[in-house]
């Protein structure tokens, strides 16, 4: 491994996050742990349960390595998908993008 111990790293997701997309996902997400993970949602249009469900397995991943994990610039898709689905992005995304 050639980064630094516990070095920020940034992961720009995709337009669509659908089901197909999921193990993508995964991997991208698994290639990069071991490092901070700053996500960002910005250019998010469409995203589905179980990408969410990724991500949410990410930041727990991420939070149990007590390694940072967030999702920066998320979308209003990615927003109101996580609240339709019943979630609390408090613990996902980033603070100073939900005021």
């Not at 995709?14 to 991208?28: C, F, H, I, M, Q």
């Not at 910005?42 to 995203?47: D, I, P």
Request: hydrophobic share 45%; with cysteine; charged share 25%.
């Amino acid at each position: 491994m050639a980064s630094k111990k516990g070095a920020l790293k940034d992961l720009k997701l995709p337009a669509v996050l659908d089901l197909n997309e999921a193990s993508a996902l995964r991997e991208k997400l698994l290639s990069l742990r071991g490092n901070g993970l700053t996500v960002d949602a910005s250019g998010v249009e469409r995203v589905g349960a179980l990408c969410v469900q990724v991500l949410i397995a990410g930041a727990k991943a991420w939070e149990e390595d007590k390694h940072p994990f967030s999702v920066t610039n998320a979308s209003d898709a990615f927003v109101k998908t996580i609240q339709l689905i019943g979630l609390n992005t408090d613990h996902l995304i980033a603070k100073e993008i939900r005021q």
